[in-house]
């Protein structure tokens, strides 16, 4: 673990990714990377001691299964390695233990490692009503931002070569959302580019969808589903 954290501040995406989760979620550990001085407090007999503390009572423990198996064969195994474990423990629920900071424009320059090389991370956050129909739209505007990142910024710009954007939700402590558009290029370039990184986003908000990407949009989730489908992350999510 320590050389892990060591190794990370050598890093520059790692030392970006560091520097936007403490924007994101202020100094909680519980969303950061664990500090130095915190993993050599650790000692042995307390992990020993939290992994017999989280292992006592799996009574409110719910165990998904995916793959493709015989049904015969996993219940031996389930009942030989899962039921064999102590059930018993008192009632949890989770808490919210991360405060995060408010909504607000944080900009971080980090000037770090070596090579004529700069990644671009921006984050939107806001409030999320969780539901089907808006868990479609987030994945639709997930699509749309990348086809426009991939026609503006890397064939009309020419200034970075996969610019990409992820979404992401959840339900608890307060449902909400996020987007981010990431991109590396040439240090001389941040300037340009970050403003029409952020034309695109506010794009969204305010002009429709044209009928020509409302197309590869649609296409394109179409696609993915056929592909998720496939995977056993994608039902363990569903079931879950």
Same mark, same amino acid.
């Given at each position: 673990?320590?050389?892990?954290?060591?190794?990370? @501040?050598?890093?520059?995406? +790692? =030392?970006?990714?560091?520097?936007?989760?403490?924007?994101?979620?202020?100094? @909680?550990?519980?969303?950061?990377?664990?500090?130095?001085?915190?993993? !050599?407090?650790?000692?042995? /007999?307390?992990?020993?001691?939290?992994?017999?503390?989280?292992?006592?009572?799996?009574?409110? %423990?719910?165990?998904?299964?995916?793959?493709?198996?015989?049904? %015969?064969?996993?219940?031996?195994?389930?009942?030989?390695?899962?039921?064999?474990?102590?059930?018993?423990?008192?009632?949890?629920?989770?808490?919210?233990? $991360?405060? !995060?900071?408010? $909504?607000?424009?944080?900009?971080?320059? $980090?000037?770090?490692?070596?090579?004529?090389? @700069?990644? =671009?991370?921006?984050?939107?956050?806001?409030?999320?009503?969780?539901?089907?129909?808006?868990?479609?739209?987030?994945?639709?505007? !997930?699509?749309?931002?990348?086809?426009?990142? *991939? #026609?503006?910024?890397?064939?009309? *710009?020419?200034?970075?070569? +996969?610019?990409?954007?992820?979404? +992401?939700?959840?339900?608890? /402590?307060?449902?909400?959302?996020?987007?981010?558009?990431?991109?590396?290029?040439? /240090?001389?370039?941040?300037? !340009?580019?970050?403003? =029409?990184?952020?034309?695109?986003?506010?794009?969204?908000?305010? @002009?429709?969808?044209?009928? %020509?990407?409302?197309?590869?949009?649609?296409?394109?989730?179409?696609?993915?589903? #056929?592909?998720?489908?496939?995977?056993?992350?994608?039902?363990?999510? =569903?079931?879950?």
């Amino acid at each position: 673990m320590k050389t892990v954290v060591t190794d990370r @501040s050598a890093d520059l995406r +790692s =030392v970006v990714e560091d520097a936007r989760a403490l924007a994101l979620c202020g100094e @909680s550990v519980r969303c950061n990377v664990l500090p130095l001085a915190a993993i !050599e407090q650790l000692t042995l /007999p307390q992990v020993e001691q939290a992994y017999r503390q989280r292992f006592a009572g799996l009574g409110n %423990a719910t165990f998904v299964i995916t793959g493709n198996y015989d049904p %015969a064969t996993i219940k031996d195994l389930v009942q030989r390695y899962l039921g064999n474990l102590p059930s018993g423990g008192a009632d949890e629920t989770w808490q919210d233990a $991360i405060q !995060e900071p408010a $909504i607000t424009r944080v900009q971080n320059d $980090i000037y770090k490692g070596e090579g004529d090389r @700069s990644v =671009v991370q921006l984050v939107f956050r806001g409030p999320f009503e969780p539901s089907l129909e808006n868990e479609v739209r987030l994945s639709a505007l !997930e699509h749309l931002l990348n086809i426009r990142l *991939r #026609e503006v910024i890397r064939e009309e *710009r020419g200034g970075s070569y +996969s610019p990409y954007a992820t979404t +992401s939700f959840w339900e608890h /402590p307060e449902a909400g959302y996020r987007v981010g558009v990431n991109f590396t290029t040439d /240090p001389k370039r941040v300037a !340009e580019l970050l403003p =029409v990184a952020y034309d695109l986003v506010d794009e969204l908000r305010t @002009s429709p969808m044209s009928a %020509a990407n409302l197309t590869k949009v649609k296409e394109q989730m179409l696609r993915s589903h #056929e592909l998720a489908v496939r995977d056993n992350g994608y039902w363990q999510d =569903v079931l879950g």
